[in-house]
């Protein structure tokens, strides 16, 4: 990039231009209007022409602006079928985003027909990725350390390469790839056309460009804030203890479709995401610790609807772009803008409506007003819903379910018939007869909250100590008198056991003779192998032997009980930390390791947390021998 390097200048308002405008091949143009797109975003106006004309590029564009069509439009629409070398190679900073670009790259390349596109990451076997690149693949979307292992190996053969993307330059920097992405920028051909896009315009980012690029034109994004206008955003302040039951309070009144909840630790994200399936919500955690497969599942999980919420870090979620966020919660309100501008940018995307909250404790308000000044935009306040929005919400949703169930006339039928038999016989009105019926569908769980509940829920530090020892939750799935099953009596083993949690409930009808027959005969267990059984609304826990094989748990998670596959696992809650001994009873707590871990929890929250959850090193150096760590060395060596 030189002294005349040019640049050009957009505005984030509608541009009068079309994506027939843009000159796009054919086939090209035919995916894009199928996927409903009409008018380019701001950066792909700017960008696409540019590309096509083969000129370099600089793109300066927050996240969500439309990055990835600007770019692998016009790559695919130059793209050489016939050759069968790679011709587009994209380094991505995390293997979420690569994999993100590359369905992007074969959802445009819909009506191309042979051509290949293949992600290449860390945390994937090599196997799969040499099986692909013998084949011959035409794009090639990667992260800088394994790509830079395959040009190591003599696996990726990138001479004839055309184009070459830096996508989120600034974030692969800051994870200490700079000295990858340097070399791969010169040892691949001079004469390859190269898009740089980033956040911002730091001075490394700034050397590379003038180095590596040629008659570049900087085209930067210009907007009147730096978060989207198609979100909402809301704050509540709340306490660190309220914190799991405003959530839950929250996750009953909003109308979300998918959601994900930003936490600042690891172990965290584990943490309340089992404490929101003991709820009842369908959750799962994301960090750098879960291996790439479940990583994978998990998305997958959450783009099917399979998965309703998502409990994540920032790193483990940069990238993630779902349709079905709709809202996004910071659990732990980030220390620095930037992050909150990433987080809140999950949602409100393609035009649809998005919905942020933050829960910010008393202490954190100096980063609340940080975000306010930052973004331009004042955050408004919330306040946690009460019982009565609570019932109201439960209500609507018991007669919208009365109102689905009568339009299934068939199945109404079959039963209107046996209804009416037993109002004529025993005289009872049939409203009563519905309300029995009620019950019946409704279990031991409560339809409404009572203002009893309402004082047994109110939040202090004694019900956050309340909740460490592992008693019931509140909510759906309460154990005991007061809502759910007390466990099933039966003798108890004499061996050590473990909790294991199974998907199965009450909802299924499911009985605790079914739970032992079917674990016996698939896992070949023993009746004296069981310990205590509860049933809960929607999953029950099951005591087996502590040491029970791994060959005996995998059986047990194809097994099926009321046609539903049970998924076993342990229960981290109700073991408490440990195996319940021949003595009946679970090892005690160390109550001052305890009143430690809070009162450093206490510090940490006045000042803010101190322990940023960094980027997963997706593709470790060849000769480190060591595992994958949360954050990469700055100079990984190769």
Do not use: W
């Not at 994870?175 to 056309?193: H, N, R, S, Y």
């Amino acid at each position: 990039m030189t002294d005349s390097d040019s640049t050009a200048t957009s505005d984030t308002t509608e541009t009068a231009i079309t994506f027939s405008d843009l000159a796009l091949s054919d086939a090209v143009l035919k995916a894009v209007r199928e996927i409903g797109y009409e008018t380019p975003s701001a950066i792909q106006a700017a960008t696409i022409p540019t590309l096509l004309e083969g000129r370099d590029v600089v793109g300066l564009a927050q996240t969500g602006t439309g990055k990835t069509a600007a770019f692998a439009l016009p790559i695919l629409s130059r793209l050489d079928v016939s050759q069968s070398k790679p011709q587009a190679l994209v380094l991505s900073p995390t293997r979420e985003l690569a994999l993100q670009v590359c369905e992007a790259f074969e959802k445009y390349a819909t009506h191309m027909r042979g051509v290949h596109v293949l992600p290449v990451y860390g945390g994937q076997a090599y196997g799969v990725q040499l099986s692909a690149l013998r084949r011959g693949v035409h794009v090639v979307v990667g992260t800088p350390g394994r790509i830079m292992d395959h040009l190591a190996k003599g696996t990726l053969d990138l001479s004839e390469l055309k184009y070459l993307v830096l996508d989120e330059a600034d974030e692969m920097l800051k994870m200490g790839f700079a000295e990858d992405v340097e070399t791969i920028l010169a040892d691949t051909p001079e004469d390859k056309q190269v898009a740089l896009f980033s956040a911002t315009m730091p001075a490394q980012i700034r050397r590379i460009s003038k180095k590596y690029l040629r008659d570049a034109e900087e085209i930067t994004v210009k907007s009147q804030t730096t978060t989207s206008a198609n979100t909402s955003q809301r704050y509540l302040v709340v306490s660190y203890p309220q914190k799991v039951d405003a959530l839950t309070r929250i996750l009953e009144v909003e109308n979300f479709e998918g959601m994900i909840v930003f936490v600042r630790t690891k172990s965290e994200t584990e943490n309340l995401a089992e404490k929101l399936r003991a709820r009842g919500y369908s959750a799962a955690a994301i960090s750098g610790d879960v291996a790439q497969a479940q990583r994978e599942r998990t998305v997958n999980q959450l783009k099917s609807g399979k998965l309703d919420i998502l409990v994540a870090t920032d790193v483990a979620a940069r990238g993630l772009d779902v349709d079905r966020i709709s809202h996004v919660v910071n659990f732990d309100i980030p220390v620095d803008t930037e992050s909150y501008v990433h987080r809140i940018g999950r949602t409100g995307r393609a035009g649809r409506s998005g919905s942020a909250i933050s829960f910010v404790t008393p202490r954190e308000r100096r980063l609340l007003t940080a975000i306010e000044k930052a973004t331009r935009q004042p955050l408004t306040q919330m306040q946690l819903p009460s019982v009565e929005d609570v019932n109201s919400t439960r209500l609507t949703r018991f007669d919208d379910a009365i109102t689905e169930a009568l339009n299934q006339q068939p199945r109404i039928s079959a039963f209107r018939d046996i209804i009416a038999h037993y109002v004529e016989h025993h005289d009872i009105p049939e409203t009563d007869v519905a309300a029995a019926l009620a019950v019946v569908a409704q279990g031991d769980t409560p339809l409404l909250l009572s203002a009893e509940e309402e004082r047994a829920q109110r939040f202090s530090e004694r019900e956050e100590r309340n909740s460490r020892t592992d008693r019931p939750e509140r909510g759906g799935d309460r154990g005991g008198d007061r809502g759910g099953d007390r466990p099933e009596r039966r003798p108890r083993s004499t061996k050590p056991m473990t909790a294991y949690r199974i998907e199965v409930g009450k909802r299924q009808r499911v009985e605790p003779r079914q739970i032992v027959g079917a674990l016996a005969n698939e896992g070949g267990l023993s009746r004296d192998d069981f310990g205590h059984i509860q049933i809960r609304p929607d999953f029950s826990l099951v005591e087996l032997p502590a040491d029970m094989s791994k060959d005996v748990l995998e059986r047990l998670r194809d097994t099926r009980i009321s046609g539903k596959l049970i998924e076993i696992s342990p229960d981290r809650k109700a073991n408490g930390g440990g195996a319940r001994g021949a003595d009946g009873k679970y090892p005690s707590r160390d109550r001052s390791f305890e009143g430690g871990a809070r009162a450093n929890r206490e510090r940490e929250e006045s000042r803010g947390y101190n322990k940023r959850d960094s980027a997963p090193r997706d593709d470790a150096p060849r000769d480190s021998g060591s595992r994958y760590e949360d954050r990469p060395t700055r100079k990984p060596r190769y």
